[in-house]
């Protein structure tokens, strides 16, 4: 592995390396064991390195010259050994870099180590030039899906039985009069509002209209990440037109019957809406034109994952248009905490920088951040723009 200097002084200064404890040397020996064969060392560094943070093993098996029961010899010495959690899925088997084992590692060469900022339920925040990359264990991961999805599928829940969602603290006026914190329905127009169908209206919980700077043009291909009830990919595929494609992916199966149920009255053939998470898009690579999301990417575990699945999936000169909530970059994750929930979009917000920092990492240019209203003390919904380098290929045809 070739380092470049710049970054080896930035990350880890040898000459302010502390030598191990013998507890810490215990912990990490087992660890080199298991690494001390090339094959293991690749493979880790493929689990470790994915973009989604995690890998099927059935990916893997293209790498290497080798039988898929050899890869999966090696990979089971990585998990014996705490490297890699796995989990069976159906027939296959996947795979994630625990973060504990990471950190001891780069014990061993002196990293400084992660920095836990708020509750351990949050990304851990990395000190050192990289301010912003969201790494958790799959548990903890798993664990804020889970309290993600429950309060999503009470929102969904409550429209589907004839009231109005919301999510707290962001997103939505809690008592849903529609006087207080301009989100949610309120942020369309009465003309947009009567393309779609009542049930897209009142399940509306974003906190900015993407839709309105998407520049969105017929025959495009839209994603928009956690879709909810539909607004946003109904009303975009009103914009593409029959020639294009407007996909919906959320996690919540109670959000996707909503949007599947609003997309049928509205008659909208050309959206499809995908059962799936953010960290982890199930889209071929280059397959998207323009990426949309509506106060989704604060609640996500892994962001930095986000930002690198939109970048694959977009093509070259594609635009990444997102309304998101962003704390002010003196907030710490303590003070964001304090100001709301992780559920409601407020405690998982990045900060400006660390937003315009992930894109960035992620290879996005022309990055552009417009606050539009704040929604509570130093915490602003955005307007948030990029674009993929490149130029715009040819789009087949869906
Ligand atoms: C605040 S609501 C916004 C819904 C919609 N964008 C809107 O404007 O009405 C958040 C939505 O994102 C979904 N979601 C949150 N985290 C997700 C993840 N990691 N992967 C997929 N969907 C997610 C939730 O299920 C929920 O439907």
């Known amino acids: 592995m070739v380092l470049d ?8 200064s040898p000459l302010s390396a502390q030598a191990l404890s013998m507890e810490q040397a215990g912990q990490v020996a087992p660890l080199l064991k298991a690494l001390a064969d090339p094959v293991r060392l690749r493979l880790m560094s493929l689990v470790a390195s994915h973009p989604g943070g995690e890998v099927c093993a059935c990916d893997l098996g293209g790498e290497f010259d080798l039988s898929q029961p050899t890869i999966s010899h090696h990979l089971k ?13 159906g027939v296959w088997v996947y795979y994630r870099a625990r973060t504990n084992a990471l950190l001891s590692l780069s014990a061993l060469i002196g990293c400084p180590p992660p920095q836990y900022a708020g509750d351990r339920s949050q990304p851990v925040t990395w000190t050192g030039r990289r301010s912003m990359i969201a790494v958790t264990t799959s548990d903890e991961l798993e664990e804020v899906r889970q309290r993600v999805r429950a309060r999503y599928a009470q929102a969904a829940n409550a429209v589907t039985s004839g009231g109005i969602a919301a999510c707290g603290d962001s997103c939505k006026d809690n008592d849903g009069t529609g006087t207080g914190t301009g989100t949610g329905s309120e942020l369309y127009g009465a003309a947009e509002q009567s393309e779609v169908p009542e049930n897209a209206v009142s399940a509306s919980l974003g906190c900015g209209n993407p839709i309105a700077v998407a520049g969105l043009q017929p025959g495009e291909t839209v994603l928009d990440l956690g879709s909810g009830g539909g607004i946003d ?4 595929a009103r914009r593409v037109g029959p020639a294009g494609k407007a996909y919906g992916l959320d996690m919540t199966g109670e959000m996707l019957n909503l949007a599947r149920d609003n997309a049928a009255k509205a008659g909208a053939t050309n959206a499809e809406f995908l059962h799936g998470h953010i960290e982890s898009i199930p889209l071929p690579g280059e397959s998207v034109d323009v990426i949309i999301s509506n106060c989704v990417i604060n609640l996500s575990g892994n962001k930095a994952a986000v930002f690198a699945e939109s970048f694959r999936v977009l093509r070259p000169g594609g635009r990444f248009g997102v309304s998101d909530i962003l704390a002010e970059d003196h907030l710490t994750a303590a003070d964001r905490a304090e100001r709301g929930s992780h559920t409601g979009c407020i405690a998982g917000a990045l900060s400006f920088t660390e937003y315009r920092d992930g894109l960035t990492q992620a290879g996005f240019a022309d990055i552009s951040i417009t606050p539009t209203h704040e929604v509570a003390d130093g915490m602003h919904s955005a307007i948030v723009r990029a674009i993929k380098p490149g130029p715009r290929t040819a789009r087949t045809p869906s």
């Not at 200097?5 to 880890?12: G, I, K, L, R, S």
Request: charged share 30%; proline share 4%; net charge negative.
């Open 5 to 12: 200097p710049v970054e080896t002084a930035a990350c880890c």
């Open 77 to 89: 010495v990585l998990h014996d050994a705490g490297l890699v959690d796995r989990e069976k899925r």
């Open 233 to 236: 990919v109904l009303l975009s």
